[in-house]
């Protein structure tokens, strides 16, 4: 019915700056956790999918978007309605932006950057 995916943040207002304020997601609850300092956010993400690919098909996204091998094993994908501006506001914010953008085979226009916490995200918009 739900994916959720939950990430462990070091400052959870410095996340909510690229997520909510940079990217433009939606904050849809914050409340404190069990103990003072504990806190919680939970931003809309739209439909939600699961993408799963063996280490070859990592490595060719990796070759299209960046030129060479860098991504762990989670990688967060966001289809928004212009990569390039989106990527740019990340920037702004303190992410890394790791390669120029491209157009993928699939006719997207991906941006890959890195935020501070080493999380990388790929923001891609469909090319007209």
Do not use: K
Request: charged share 25%; no cysteine; net charge negative.
């Amino acid at each position: 019915m739900e994916l959720r995916l939950v990430l462990t943040v070091d400052d959870v207002d410095r996340a909510l700056a690229f997520y909510r304020d940079a990217l433009g997601m939606e904050e849809i609850e914050a409340w404190q956790g069990e103990s003072p300092d504990a806190r919680i956010a939970i931003l809309g993400a739209g439909r939600a999918t699961l993408e799963l690919v063996n280490e070859a098909q990592a490595a060719a996204i990796d070759a299209i978007e960046v030129g060479r091998r860098v991504a762990g094993p989670v990688r967060i994908a966001f289809a928004v309605d212009d990569s390039v501006d989106t990527a740019l506001r990340l920037v702004d914010a303190g992410a890394e932006q790791l390669a120029d953008p491209v157009v993928t085979p699939w006719s997207d226009r991906n941006v890959r950057v890195r935020l501070p916490d080493g999380m990388q995200l790929t923001v891609f918009s469909v090319v007209d």
